[in-house]
């Protein structure tokens, strides 16, 4: 047995068993910060639960709210730039502060009225203006420091600025003054400069450090999406790469993890997500290509257990999403979860969710941190949710699996050149939240004839195919056509659409779409932008905007007309799941499909004296968040409207729906100011809340 396929655990240390017990105790319910109403990080709290205690706005009032404040940008004397609605605000202190717009400024608004309070926006520099992820910043990280409230940023050019989250203004004494125009005098760092002190390819280069210039495309880049995080009094710092289903060359940065005291600003340490010689899973590079390739980012959010004093990093595959042929092996620690020692930065356990990942099956969420009942003991949990369609269960003290993982056979590739793992580990429970490949079973069943037509097309146009079926190539013997991966790179599970949680009754919900991409490679030479990171030109990439199924010709007096898809529905949906027991408890659309596509539906004459639900959802995920009270979700009316739904948390019942300005995007967030509960989407363009009157 290889060494990355084997599960790798060890007890962190810890004071005896008592701070093991009190622990556990500790992060198996909401933190004090959401007992008081505050909302203190983007997923709610460091665990990411995404769950309040507030409960103002229940079942019986839910239907009175109204929108109580609108946010669109509004900056006097500051260009903010496009919004796209990724970001959610934090509240602590009295404060409602986010990040908004490609420059990533820092905007705080009263609680009550939405309107700006202060603002604060990096000088642009040549490394913000490459960064792919300029748009996707996630918001802010609160904490204190000797008591004062601050807010940390991380921007698109990778420096980190510690603001006064009353003013606005950065903090004196912390970090160090970034040698670069019009950047504040101090309380900034170069997170670039401690990222490649040590990596080969920059000090082999020898070239001078220009903090303005940052690093060589050539060599690779790196960029931030996430916002850092804080625990037991160290800065956690994640980032972001090129996206790799863009990318036509495999030279880039290996996005390593970097950790800093974070009353002074001081670097602390750094954890090598693709492993040197000597360390742990370099055998699982082969071909050297560790000396070259890069990314493994942890781009989705980080999580902590404090009391165990360690934070869980979700990472993303390594450089190039759908070919790796120039990087045999199972490239640890690339698609993984990570468990690290907060102080030291040395890895206490780990998991790869996908070996050598080419189907761009990055993890997209933050583990989420919570206690579940097993047997009638309390169990350390750490979960997990996938675009694979699959909740990921561990133990998050030692990294052993909740339920089975076994590793089983997976399909091989046909491309020249390219070698995948003989296995991939499955999840045995809970069951998978969505639709995984496209098999028989999956065809839409409502009558035999219905079903006979249905797979006969399927197989026609090429959509039967299992999870991990194999990217192909434009020659393939066969002549076969895209390979059919479902779920595709958008999910099921994915960072548009995070899952919440109920930590006081171990329940997760999760929003997904039953979504397929299909990926056809060619030489990259072909798509190949002399913009991109990297020298060397991989011999296939995906392409992009070509291919997909065979062409579907329109049919006359199709028997089918009407209905949805060839493959049972709904296409998007919402799925809680009891995590003590790992069963589900229910499964509801997202939203309300078009009604005049649901009449269609209906009216379709196979279906006809049939009493059938036409209501499919949405394509996409909802945003979610929870509360002591009620699911909260954005979602469409069958007139296509935007709106809010509150959801019963135990049957999935929708309880009341209430109008929205726009589509909430990305996820929700709740909190309680001056007695008044206000919920908040995010939107394109900014953001609505709402409150009742």
Same mark, same amino acid.
């Given at each position: 047995?290889?060494?990355?396929?084997?599960?790798?655990?060890?007890?962190?240390?810890?004071?005896?068993?008592?701070?093991?017990?009190?622990?556990?105790?500790?992060?198996?319910?909401?933190?004090?910060?959401?007992?008081?109403?505050?909302?203190?990080?983007?997923?709610?709290?460091?665990?990411?639960?995404?769950?309040?205690?507030?409960?103002?706005?229940?079942?019986?009032?839910?239907?009175?709210?109204?929108?109580?404040?609108?946010?669109?940008?509004?900056?006097?004397?500051?260009?903010?730039?496009?919004?796209?609605?990724?970001?959610?605000?934090?509240?602590?202190?009295?404060?409602?502060?986010?990040?908004?717009?490609?420059?990533?400024?820092?905007?705080?608004?009263?609680?009550?009225?939405?309107?700006?309070?202060?603002?604060?926006?990096?000088?642009?520099?040549?490394?913000?203006?490459?960064?792919?992820?300029?748009?996707?910043?996630?918001?802010?990280?609160?904490?204190?420091?000797?008591?004062?409230?601050?807010?940390?940023?991380?921007?698109?050019?990778?420096?980190?600025?510690?603001?006064?989250?009353?003013?606005?203004?950065?903090?004196?004494?912390?970090?160090?003054?970034?040698?670069?125009?019009?950047?504040?005098?101090?309380?900034?760092?170069?997170?670039?400069?401690?990222?490649?002190?040590?990596?080969?390819?920059?000090?082999?280069?020898?070239?001078?450090?220009?903090?303005?210039?940052?690093?060589?495309?050539?060599?690779?880049?790196?960029?931030?999406?996430?916002?850092?995080?804080?625990?037991?009094?160290?800065?956690?710092?994640?980032?972001?790469?090129?996206?790799?289903?863009?990318?036509?060359?495999?030279?880039?940065?290996?996005?390593?993890?970097?950790?800093?005291?974070?009353?002074?600003?001081?670097?602390?340490?750094?954890?090598?997500?693709?492993?040197?010689?000597?360390?742990?899973?370099?055998?699982?590079?082969?071909?050297?290509?560790?000396?070259?390739?890069?990314?493994?980012?942890?781009?989705?959010?980080?999580?902590?257990?404090?009391?165990?004093?360690?934070?869980?990093?979700?990472?993303?595959?390594?450089?190039?999403?759908?070919?790796?042929?120039?990087?045999?092996?199972?490239?640890?620690?690339?698609?993984?979860?990570?468990?690290?020692?907060?102080?030291?930065?040395?890895?206490?356990?780990?998991?790869?969710?996908?070996?050598?990942?080419?189907?761009?099956?990055?993890?997209?969420?933050?583990?989420?941190?919570?206690?579940?009942?097993?047997?009638?003991?309390?169990?350390?949990?750490?979960?997990?949710?996938?675009?694979?369609?699959?909740?990921?269960?561990?133990?998050?003290?030692?990294?052993?699996?909740?339920?089975?993982?076994?590793?089983?056979?997976?399909?091989?590739?046909?491309?020249?050149?390219?070698?995948?793992?003989?296995?991939?580990?499955?999840?045995?429970?809970?069951?998978?939240?969505?639709?995984?490949?496209?098999?028989?079973?999956?065809?839409?069943?409502?009558?035999?004839?219905?079903?006979?037509?249905?797979?006969?097309?399927?197989?026609?146009?090429?959509?039967?195919?299992?999870?991990?079926?194999?990217?192909?190539?434009?020659?393939?013997?066969?002549?076969?056509?895209?390979?059919?991966?479902?779920?595709? +790179?958008? %999910? *099921?599970?994915?960072?548009?659409? #995070?899952? =919440?949680? @109920? !930590?006081? $009754? /171990?329940?997760?919900?999760?929003?997904?779409?039953?979504?397929?991409?299909?990926?056809?490679?060619?030489?990259?030479?072909?798509?190949?932008?002399?913009?991109?990171?990297?020298?060397?030109?991989?011999?296939?990439?995906?392409?992009? +905007?070509? %291919? *997909?199924?065979?062409?579907?010709? #329109?049919? =006359?007096? @199709? !028997?089918? $007309? /009407?209905?949805?898809?060839?493959?049972?529905?709904?296409?998007?949906?919402?799925?809680?799941?009891?995590?003590?027991?790992?069963?589900?408890?229910?499964?509801?659309?997202?939203?309300?499909?078009?009604?005049?596509?649901?009449?269609?539906?209906?009216?379709?004459?196979?279906?006809?004296?049939?009493?059938?639900?036409?209501?499919?959802?949405?394509?996409?995920?909802?945003?979610?968040?929870?509360?002591?009270?009620?699911?909260?979700?954005?979602?469409?009316?069958?007139?296509?409207?935007?709106?809010?739904?509150?959801?019963?948390?135990?049957?999935?019942?929708?309880?009341?729906?209430?109008?929205?300005?726009?589509?909430?995007?990305?996820?929700?967030?709740?909190?309680?100011?001056?007695?008044?509960?206000?919920?908040?989407?995010?939107?394109?363009?900014?953001?609505?809340?709402?409150?009742?009157?």
């Amino acid at each position: 047995m290889s060494t990355e396929s084997r599960w790798k655990w060890a007890a962190p240390a810890l004071g005896g068993l008592m701070a093991v017990v009190i622990g556990l105790a500790i992060v198996g319910m909401p933190g004090q910060a959401q007992q008081q109403g505050e909302w203190t990080n983007i997923n709610g709290d460091n665990q990411s639960h995404r769950y309040s205690t507030v409960d103002q706005i229940n079942a019986s009032n839910f239907n009175n709210l109204k929108v109580a404040w609108e946010w669109r940008g509004e900056v006097p004397g500051m260009e903010i730039g496009e919004i796209n609605g990724r970001g959610l605000p934090i509240y602590a202190d009295g404060m409602l502060v986010t990040t908004s717009g490609p420059r990533r400024t820092v905007v705080a608004m009263d609680p009550a009225t939405g309107k700006t309070v202060w603002a604060f926006q990096e000088p642009l520099t040549p490394r913000h203006e490459y960064s792919m992820r300029s748009n996707h910043g996630k918001g802010v990280t609160y904490t204190k420091i000797n008591g004062k409230g601050v807010v940390i940023i991380v921007t698109p050019g990778f420096f980190a600025h510690l603001l006064d989250i009353k003013t606005g203004k950065p903090i004196e004494g912390w970090g160090g003054a970034v040698p670069v125009e019009g950047f504040p005098k101090s309380g900034s760092i170069d997170l670039l400069k401690d990222l490649i002190a040590d990596w080969e390819p920059w000090t082999s280069a020898k070239l001078p450090y220009d903090a303005a210039k940052g690093l060589p495309l050539t060599l690779g880049y790196v960029t931030n999406s996430s916002p850092p995080i804080v625990v037991n009094d160290v800065l956690v710092v994640g980032n972001s790469a090129e996206q790799g289903y863009n990318q036509t060359r495999i030279e880039n940065v290996p996005g390593d993890i970097l950790a800093y005291d974070l009353k002074t600003g001081k670097f602390m340490w750094k954890f090598h997500v693709l492993p040197r010689p000597g360390e742990f899973g370099h055998d699982t590079w082969e071909n050297d290509a560790w000396k070259r390739t890069g990314d493994i980012s942890s781009w989705a959010p980080i999580s902590t257990d404090p009391a165990l004093g360690l934070v869980y990093v979700p990472t993303n595959g390594p450089t190039m999403d759908h070919w790796g042929g120039f990087r045999p092996g199972n490239n640890l620690f690339g698609t993984s979860v990570i468990a690290l020692d907060v102080k030291t930065g040395k890895r206490v356990w780990h998991h790869q969710q996908v070996h050598h990942d080419i189907w761009n099956y990055d993890v997209p969420t933050s583990p989420i941190v919570m206690d579940v009942m097993q047997n009638g003991k309390r169990v350390p949990g750490l979960f997990s949710v996938t675009k694979q369609a699959w909740v990921y269960s561990y133990n998050r003290q030692t990294g052993a699996p909740l339920w089975p993982m076994p590793e089983r056979p997976a399909p091989q590739s046909k491309v020249p050149g390219e070698k995948l793992p003989a296995t991939q580990p499955y999840v045995t429970k809970p069951a998978p939240f969505d639709l995984q490949g496209r098999t028989e079973a999956h065809v839409i069943d409502y009558t035999p004839e219905i079903k006979k037509i249905a797979l006969e097309r399927a197989k026609e146009y090429g959509l039967l195919a299992p999870l991990f079926v194999a990217p192909t190539h434009r020659g393939n013997a066969e002549g076969a056509g895209p390979a059919n991966t479902c779920p595709g +790179g958008n %999910g *099921g599970a994915n960072i548009t659409g #995070p899952p =919440a949680s @109920d !930590p006081t $009754a /171990g329940v997760l919900f999760i929003t997904s779409y039953s979504g397929c991409s299909p990926v056809l490679l060619a030489p990259a030479k072909e798509r190949d932008n002399p913009r991109m990171t990297g020298e060397t030109v991989a011999d296939w990439a995906v392409i992009r +905007g070509a %291919g *997909g199924p065979p062409a579907r010709k #329109p049919i =006359a007096n @199709d !028997p089918l $007309a /009407g209905i949805p898809d060839l493959f049972k529905g709904p296409l998007g949906r919402i799925t809680a799941i009891d995590m003590n027991t790992g069963e589900h408890m229910w499964m509801v659309p997202h939203g309300d499909m078009d009604a005049k596509a649901q009449e269609e539906f209906r009216n379709n004459p196979l279906l006809k004296g049939m009493n059938i639900d036409t209501n499919w959802g949405r394509r996409g995920q909802a945003a979610l968040a929870a509360s002591a009270t009620l699911l909260f979700a954005s979602g469409q009316t069958a007139d296509g409207r935007p709106a809010l739904f509150g959801i019963d948390k135990k049957t999935g019942k929708r309880v009341g729906s209430v109008p929205a300005t726009r589509l909430g995007v990305y996820g929700l967030m709740t909190y309680m100011h001056q007695g008044k509960q206000y919920v908040v989407m995010p939107i394109s363009g900014g953001y609505t809340a709402m409150a009742l009157p």
